[in-house]
């Protein structure tokens, strides 16, 4: 592999050239730009801009503008061994998902991957303290990047989410399943593993979700929680249950999604949800929600028949990856996943899976 850094790529197309910022920014046209966060590890490698740049003095993940003609995996490639003298194959990258962002002078659309490096990739990269074109380099942990979040560009705080998000999503049975509240909160403090996200999915009312969620977060603060949209409203219109809110995340219903990507100014703006797609039209709502709102994932459902719908065929995993191509954030399955399927679900794009009875062993 060649990863000599003294050569940048000669004489790039004129249609490839960077533009350097106007001193009056005015507003452009929409910019299509392929993002890499280049791993090891637990380790993330950002390159500092530089004040004459766009967003200068921002960290930003490496990658750069993609050319006419180019796949958003042919540009990182490509800018990867300009910016920084590795040469990466495109086995290496992971779609993960793209951002629509507007600055006010520029507005992007970023395609972004996700780059595992080997060891060779690491021990090349950790020499390297500046970049081929003069851009400072550093590595970070995400407890770190997670402390200075506001130090990057805002376009690249939502990837922070998705790189957070866990390999598996559990989904709560409903309380009528166990004897009474306590039951439930007893069955999941005592089962779910450290760092847990959960979808509350009790199939009861709002008071009873919010007495679940004090009962478990006074025992178990390391698990994280996803309700619904009612039950997160309930919790921020009551100053006395607002600590609650805190880390909880809101799973919308299909008539929900519909109305908001309607509406998305109807939507709090500081809340972080998961959306959930069955067809080609959720994916577009989604898409479109997620715009302007934060979304962490779309939780694309049925892939395999469940317990509860055997009869029902599912979408199967190739109509599983034509929807997560349609999706503009990461795909969690669900639907009749087990443990097992983690690595057939991520060959086929998810970056996730989800289910109620066969995760919680």
């Known amino acids: 592999m060649n990863q000599n850094n003294s050569n940048k790529a000669q004489n790039p197309p004129e249609f490839c050239t960077k533009q350097v910022a106007d001193t009056q920014p005015k507003k452009q046209s929409l910019l299509a730009v392929a993002v890499a966060v280049l791993r090891y590890q637990e380790w993330f490698l950002l390159a500092l801009r530089q004040q004459h740049q766009h967003q200068g003095g921002k960290f930003e993940f490496v990658g750069g503008k993609i050319c006419h003609g180019e796949s958003a995996?042919?540009?990182?490639?490509?800018?990867?061994?300009?910016?920084?003298?590795?040469?990466?194959?495109?086995?290496?990258?992971?779609?993960?998902?793209?951002?629509?962002?507007?600055?006010?002078?520029?507005?992007?659309?970023?395609?972004?991957?996700?780059?595992?490096?080997?060891?060779?990739?690491?021990?090349?990269?950790?020499?390297?303290?500046?970049?081929?074109?003069?851009?400072?380099?550093?590595?970070?942990?995400?407890?770190?990047?997670?402390?200075?979040?506001?130090?990057?560009?805002?376009?690249?705080?939502?990837?922070?989410?998705?790189?957070?998000?866990?390999?598996?999503?559990?989904?709560?049975?409903?309380?009528?399943?166990?004897?009474?509240?306590?039951?439930?909160?007893?069955?999941?403090?005592n089962r779910l593993p450290k760092d847990a996200l959960v979808y509350l999915r009790s199939q009861s009312d709002e008071n009873t979700d919010i007495d679940i969620l004090k009962?478990?977060?006074?025992?178990r603060k390391d698990i994280g929680w996803v309700v619904r949209y009612a039950v997160y409203q309930q919790l921020c219109d009551d100053s006395s249950l607002s600590e609650l809110t805190k880390g909880v995340m809101v799973k919308l219903t299909a008539d929900e999604l519909e109305y908001f990507a309607n509406n998305p100014e109807q939507m709090r703006d500081d809340v972080v949800l998961l959306l959930g797609v069955h067809d080609e039209q959720e994916a577009y709502r989604a898409n479109h929600l997620a715009k302007s709102r934060r979304v962490l994932a779309a939780l694309v459902s049925p892939v395999l028949p469940t317990d509860s719908h055997q009869k029902s065929e599912g979408l199967g995993w190739e109509r599983f990856a034509m929807l997560n191509e349609l999706c503009d954030v990461p795909c969690i399955a669900l639907g009749g996943m087990k443990i097992e399927h983690l690595p057939i679900a991520k060959s086929y794009g998810a970056r996730a899976i989800a289910g109620i009875r066969r995760l919680l062993t």
Not at 108 to 120: G, W
Not at 215 to 219: H, Q
């Open 73 to 189: 995996k042919s540009a990182l490639v490509r800018e990867i061994q300009e910016e920084i003298g590795l040469s990466l194959k495109t086995d290496q990258m992971v779609f993960i998902g793209r951002i629509n962002h507007d600055y006010g002078d520029r507005a992007v659309i970023l395609h972004i991957y996700e780059a595992k490096l080997n060891k060779e990739n690491y021990h090349f990269l950790r020499q390297q303290h500046t970049g081929l074109e003069g851009q400072s380099l550093h590595w970070f942990d995400m407890p770190t990047l997670i402390k200075h979040k506001d130090s990057l560009p805002a376009a690249n705080a939502v990837i922070l989410d998705w790189l957070n998000l866990p390999d598996t999503l559990y989904v709560s049975h409903a309380l009528h399943q166990f004897v009474d509240t306590d039951a439930f909160v007893a069955y999941y403090v």
């Open 215 to 219: 009962k478990i977060k006074n025992i």
